[in-house]
């Protein structure tokens, strides 16, 4: 499915680097969201966006920065991350009705070193 | 938070053979989506259940939003060997106040492995 891209795929970083990861979706939603993807833990929420206002932070540490300057377009900064960190990140995105599913990216994978 | 079991954990099958997995959880959900993950790949939507006791098919996969609304099931009949992946269900709870967006709680996975 290519109607939410997400760059880059892989990302290797160090603990003191300063990267960005995007995401863009070609569906007309109007709502975002980012997970991170741990081995072996269910997917967790990260961020939700509706109508680019921030709607849900789930006590995310702030080496986590996300921005969404319109419908179409999410990141999320990473700064001084922690190995801890490395997991593969998902950025989905639906329609801000009851009911309607989201999409998803194919993910970024994350490596901390 | 909310939580969604998920069961089982992983499966090991011969290509032709049916297989059932569920998800059950504490909370009542308006809406349970299934999802299959592939590796490399993000999560793909494969089914979308909006009533309680609905039945859905899409080809070989059949799930059903359980009457209680607490539980659903997925069905994939006559295995084959591009079953293989990770299964996810996912529950989308009644909105409060003002909010409505699509926030999903998703269940651990299931992972499929299919022996030809």
């Known amino acids: 499915e290519t109607g939410v891209t997400q760059t880059p795929r892989h990302l290797v970083m160090g603990m003191t680097n300063k990267k960005s990861l995007k995401c863009e979706q070609h569906?007309?939603?109007?709502?975002m969201y980012w997970y991170k993807q741990s081995a072996k833990k269910p997917l967790e929420l990260m961020f939700v966006?509706?109508?680019?206002?921030?709607?849900e932070n789930n006590s995310v540490p702030s080496r986590f920065s996300p921005e969404c300057p319109n419908s179409s377009h999410l990141f999320l900064h990473l700064h001084t991350l922690q190995p801890e960190d490395s997991a593969l990140y998902l950025c989905?995105?639906?329609?801000?009705?009851?009911?309607?599913?989201?999409?998803f990216g194919d993910g970024t994978r994350l490596s901390i070193l | 938070g909310q939580q969604l079991n998920q069961s089982p954990q992983s499966m090991f099958i011969q290509e032709g053979e049916d297989v059932s997995m569920n998800c059950t959880s504490s909370?009542?959900?308006?809406?349970w989506l299934w999802y299959k993950q592939e590796p490399g790949e993000g999560p793909v939507l494969l089914i979308a259940?909006?009533?309680?006791?609905e039945l859905t098919s899409n080809g070989r996969l059949t799930a059903q939003f359980g009457i209680t609304r607490k539980d659903s099931f997925l069905n994939i009949s006559a295995s084959i060997p591009s079953d293989v992946g990770i299964y996810f269900c996912?529950?989308?709870?009644?909105?409060?106040?003002?909010?409505?967006?699509?926030?999903?709680?998703f269940g651990q996975g299931t992972i499929l492995t299919v022996h030809p």
């Open positions: 989905a995105s639906s329609q801000d009705r009851l009911g309607q599913p989201q999409h």
């Open positions: 259940l909006y009533k309680a006791g």
């Open positions: 569906l007309g939603h109007n709502a």
């Open positions: 966006y509706n109508f680019k206002e921030q709607t």
């Open positions: 909370s009542i959900f308006n809406t």
């Open positions: 996912a529950g989308q709870l009644p909105t409060a106040g003002g909010t409505s967006y699509g926030k999903l709680t």
